[in-house]
């Protein structure tokens, strides 16, 4: 594809898992080429885990690195070893998600890639950052949560906390290290320099509490749960027809909102009622307000009430399934929700990219095969001789 605003970088990819496939993704969605680097015994481990067909990598893994090159190397041996010296020389990023210190036993800290190439940009995602107390402690996405104040921060009063499904840890963080990433390689065109980056999952995701942490900045206080009630106290979930596990719409009614909910659903005598004039009345009463609501949303589906409180200006949204966002005709019409074609795999759904650049349109590929593109990138960008291929595999160097 031409024209992609990353085009010109070169990624070697050395993560798993989440929090680095995902960042690597990223940027190999806006034109990067992206070399997914994985051992000789059998690559990333999301490659199996959780899947639902034999012999078939996961979506597990396919859903963290479509737009990928894939090859695979062992660098516990001298030869796999020079090997990777040369993918450093080729690269302007590695990007990896080993537990701290990982990199430097393998010989291959910042200062050791720096040294092979001055220009590139070390890229590391660790659980709780590279120095500090805990930075010796692994972590994963709900430990990462629970640390970070997310956990305690989600669920409801008088329950334990509840994790949020959403990988504001993995995810969240290779995020965040695909902006560093661009930072530093923006950078790079002023001081002809590369540079090592650092995210901590935790850190990440303290980023993200920021209106979490208003309160706990400016009032202080216990830290209370709120539920499906929300900050204010009054409910934000309201059921709709035909009842069943997911026919919910989320309403906001803070402030003038509750007015022009009031309006939209006919009921404008509500805003005479004293016992509903202000936030602070409403939450008085707040089981009424939810009465009110209730019987207007009940009459109608999820997608109704949406669709007809929108247009007012009404902040609301029908509450979703995760199986109905990949129904959904809006997020087709946005592709969001894409089929990729893969002669081995099978054409597969998958989700595409929430970047839209006018200029660096994305097409979703799939993702590499184990090992795919290793004799490609071994003869073709690293000069190796196609004759010493086959030695390579026996001694175990590459699949």
């Not at 920021?210 to 830290?223: D, E, F, K, M, Q």
Request: negative net charge; aromatic residues 8%; contains cysteine.
């Amino acid at each position: 594809m031409t024209g992609q605003a990353l085009k010109r970088f070169k990624i070697l990819d050395m993560s798993r898992v989440q929090a680095g496939p995902s960042c690597g993704q990223l940027l190999a969605w806006l034109g990067a080429d992206v070399v997914k680097l994985e051992d000789t015994a059998g690559g990333d481990n999301t490659r199996w885990e959780l899947s639902h067909q034999e012999n078939v990598d996961s979506v597990y893994f396919t859903i963290f690195n479509n737009n990928k090159r894939a090859m695979t190397l062992n660098l516990k041996d001298d030869r796999g070893r020079e090997i990777f010296t040369k993918l450093v020389e080729w690269a302007d990023v590695v990007l990896e998600n080993f537990s701290k210190g990982v990199m430097e036993r393998l010989g291959f800290g910042y200062e050791k890639l720096r040294e092979i190439n001055p220009r590139v940009v070390h890229a590391s995602i660790k659980g709780f950052g590279e120095y500090g107390r805990w930075s010796d402690f692994k972590s994963f996405e709900l430990a990462a949560q629970a640390t970070s104040g997310a956990l305690a921060a989600n669920g409801y009063p008088d329950r334990p906390p509840v994790a949020t499904p959403v990988g504001v840890g993995d995810s969240g963080t290779g995020l965040h290290t695909a902006i560093g990433i661009l930072a530093a390689l923006h950078q790079r065109n002023d001081t002809g320099e590369g540079q090592h980056v650092e995210v901590s999952m935790q850190d990440g995701i303290v980023n993200l509490m920021r209106y979490r942490l208003i309160s706990s900045l400016s009032v202080g206080g216990a830290n209370i749960r709120p539920g499906y009630r929300g900050g204010n106290g009054i409910p934000r979930v309201y059921p709709c027809s035909p009842g069943e596990s997911d026919d919910y719409i989320m309403i906001q009614l803070r402030g003038q909102a509750f007015e022009t909910v009031m309006i939209a659903i006919g009921r404008e005598d509500i805003l005479e009622d004293e016992r509903f004039a202000t936030d602070e009345t409403r939450l008085e009463h707040a089981d009424e307000v939810k009465k009110i609501i209730d019987a207007w949303t009940t009459q109608r589906t999820k997608f109704e009430a949406f669709e007809h409180l929108a247009p007012y200006g009404i902040w609301c949204g029908a509450v979703i399934s995760p199986e109905e966002v990949l129904t959904n005709e809006h997020l087709i019409e946005r592709d969001m929700i894409v089929t990729v074609p893969d002669s081995e795999r099978g054409d597969y759904q998958m989700i595409g990219c929430p970047i839209k650049l006018e200029a660096s349109p994305v097409e979703v590929t799939s993702a590499p095969h184990y090992s795919q593109h290793t004799n490609e990138i071994l003869t073709e960008l690293l000069g190796v001789e196609e004759s010493e291929l086959p030695e390579l595999r026996e001694r175990g160097v590459i699949v």
